[in-house]
């Protein structure tokens, strides 16, 4: 790992439009500049769900500027070398990503998909909240890890085990 001023993390899902979503702004805002996070999708929507956008506004965050994009965006020769790729969803896990440059040090951290919850609109804006607090303890927990002193294959294990959380 190296040291950075600033670390780079990218989220993918295979929609890229609510849990992804909901991580980068989470990280973003959380990591007080240390961190810079983006997201992408395999599969993008073409649109973020206006319920990933709502919950980051109802914790205060920023809820501007989010899109739903390629993970191809991020392996032109101008886009930012990772420190850090999560997958949040299980079909992005499997599936098989491209070639990160910079060997970021990588870990799934599932989250149900609030985007299929079925049912009153109360109990979909309840299921984008769940998966941004499951996000926002995840990001806390990483933000806490002395990253400068763990060797990679430690921070592999600590990603890991954070996203059993």
């Known amino acids: 790992m190296t040291i950075n001023t600033t670390y780079n993390a990218l989220f993918i899902c295979t929609g890229n439009s609510a849990r992804s979503i909901l991580a980068e702004g989470i990280l973003n805002e959380l990591g007080q500049g240390r961190f ?11 649109e973020v769900h206006p319920l990933a956008l709502a919950t980051l506004e ?5 809820a501007t500027g989010y899109r739903s994009k390629s993970w191809d965006e991020f392996v032109a020769p101008d886009a930012p070398v990772f420190d850090f790729i999560f997958t949040v969803c299980d079909n992005a896990a499997g599936e ?6 910079g060997k970021p040090v990588s870990a799934h951290w599932g989250v149900p998909d609030p985007a299929a919850v079925e049912g009153t609109e109360e109990q979909q804006r309840k299921a ?5 607090m499951t996000l926002r303890r995840r990001i806390e927990l990483f933000l806490s890890l002395p990253l400068q ?3 990679a294959m430690s921070l592999q294990r600590e990603l890991r085990d954070i996203g059993k959380q």
């Open 36 to 46: 810079r996070a983006y997201s992408a999708g395999s599969h993008p929507k073409g």
């Open 58 to 62: 109802r914790l205060h965050m920023q």
């Open 96 to 101: 098989a990503c491209p070639l990160w440059p």
């Open 128 to 132: 984008f909240f769940e998966a941004a």
């Open 149 to 151: 002193r763990l060797d």
